[in-house]
């Protein structure tokens, strides 16, 4: 799964770190990119695909608040 994330979000951009839950039952996986617009675009277009099955559900939080 890592991998398959990386390979598809450097599309948007320069990925920093992916991260995949593996206690946590519900395929939670974190993708921190390099810019804002990067962020932006990757929880765009990841939201509402299909990953296994399962529907995505993407979105963009700012590390600051």
């Known amino acids: 799964?890592?991998?398959?994330?990386?390979?598809e979000c450097?599309?948007?951009g320069q990925v920093e770190t992916v991260y995949v839950e593996k206690v946590k039952p519900g395929g939670i996986v974190l993708v921190k990119f390099g810019t804002v617009d990067a962020s932006?675009?990757?929880a765009m277009s990841m939201n509402?695909?299909?990953?296994?099955?399962?529907m995505i559900t993407a979105?963009?939080?700012d590390d600051a608040t």
């Not at 799964?1 to 390979?7: A, K, S």
């Not at 509402?48 to 399962?54: D, E, K, S």
Request: charged letters at 35%.
């Open 40 to 42: 932006m675009k990757g």
């Open 10 to 12: 450097s599309k948007f």
């Open 48 to 54: 509402g695909r299909f990953f296994a099955g399962r």
């Open 1 to 7: 799964i890592r991998e398959d994330m990386l390979e």
């Open 59 to 61: 979105s963009y939080v």
